[in-house]
């Protein structure tokens, strides 16, 4: 796992959860800046931790509840402080050969094999909406006054839809989990200047 402050915020607002004996990894990217975006990515780890301490081998049912109560606490926090924060989060649960995915926002999952990256899991963004509905390309998304609009994020609102998808693995095959800050970076690359 690696992570970086990047060149805009002062606070490093990503966090990794990394339970290799629960077979779960999960990255979260707060949102909120000075606010407390690190808080509520913290927030979802720190459930996450709880939830393999009670549950050694979670199921992909126990990880959505885990998810849903981080969203809860962290709602919890944004009306105790009257601050609004939250975090998109990207999680993979290997059963076997097959992977669990999970996610609410821009954080995303690619299967990486022969160089090349597929991405797993779509973005709940203005953008990709856009995408999807043809009235918008790739690469003019890359530069949409709108581009940093998530649509699902955790902690903003009292009820968050988490997104999921099962996929297998081949020999070779390994998974990226990713917030929006490497995501970019792939999607930038990928466009012909």
Do not use: K
């Not at 990515?41 to 049912?61: E, G, H, I, K, N």
């Not at 999680?91 to 076997?96: I, P, R, S, Y």
């Not at 949409?144 to 902690?155: C, D, E, F, K, Y």
């Not at 839809?161 to 970019?184: F, H, K, N, W, Y």
Request: aromatic letters at 2%; charged letters at 20%.
């Amino acid at each position: 796992a690696r992570s970086h402050v990047g060149l805009v915020r002062p606070v490093n607002e990503d966090r990794v959860f990394n339970c290799a004996t629960a077979g779960l990894w999960a990255i979260v990217d707060g949102m909120g800046g000075h606010a407390g975006g690190d808080i509520a990515a913290q927030t979802v780890v720190d459930t996450l931790r709880d939830l393999v301490a009670r549950v050694p081998q979670p199921t992909l049912d126990d990880v959505r509840l885990a998810a849903h109560a981080a969203n809860h606490a962290i709602v919890r926090r944004n009306r105790a402080t009257g601050v609004q924060t939250g975090a998109t989060m990207v999680l993979a649960l290997l059963d076997g050969a097959r992977v669990h995915l999970a996610w609410a926002g821009d954080s995303r999952a690619y299967r990486l094999t022969g160089g090349c990256a597929e991405s797993l899991t779509r973005d709940h963004s203005v953008v990709q909406d856009l995408i999807d509905a043809g009235l918008l390309t790739r690469e003019a998304a890359l530069r949409h006054p709108h581009a940093n609009v998530v649509l699902r994020a955790l902690g903003v609102a009292e009820a968050v839809a988490i997104e999921t998808r099962t996929v297998t693995l081949m020999a070779g095959e390994r998974l990226l989990l990713c917030s929006d800050g490497l995501s970019r970076s792939l999607d930038e690359q990928a466009v012909p200047r």
